[in-house]
């Protein structure tokens, strides 16, 4: 059975960091292209940031400079490094794994940033 894992939301002031983990299972995931998505509330989901399998790295306008995507392919995990956090970074945070026309979703994780 394939899953997606994530963990480490919570709740940090402005300014402060966190990092979130997704772990996978049930799937080859050297060859999986993974991304970060976000919703905040009343809002449509959002790509944030996404590596693929290579390695090659992209972001949304809003979050350069302050995440880094990664990738452990030996601990099947990807995670998303989270600095200099704002409010407007409050939402939940899933992980999505696609390999051509095949996807899957992690549950997601709440982050909330306190002003």
């Known amino acids: 059975q394939v899953q997606l894992v994530e963990s480490g939301g919570g709740l940090v002031q402005a300014g402060g960091s966190l990092r979130l983990s997704c772990e996978a299972s049930g799937i080859v995931f050297r060859i999986i292209n993974m991304g970060w998505y976000r919703q905040a509330p009343g809002k449509q989901r959002e790509l944030v940031a996404a590596i693929t399998s290579g390695g090659s790295t992209n972001y949304v306008d809003s979050v350069k400079g302050r995440f880094t995507i990664s990738r452990d392919n030996a601990k099947n995990t990807v995670y998303l490094q989270m600095n200099s956090l704002k409010p407007e970074d409050t939402a939940v945070y899933y992980c999505?794994?696609?390999?051509?026309?095949?996807?899957?979703w992690g549950q997601g994780t709440l982050v909330t940033v306190s002003s």
């Open positions: 999505k794994g696609a390999f051509r026309s095949y996807e899957v």
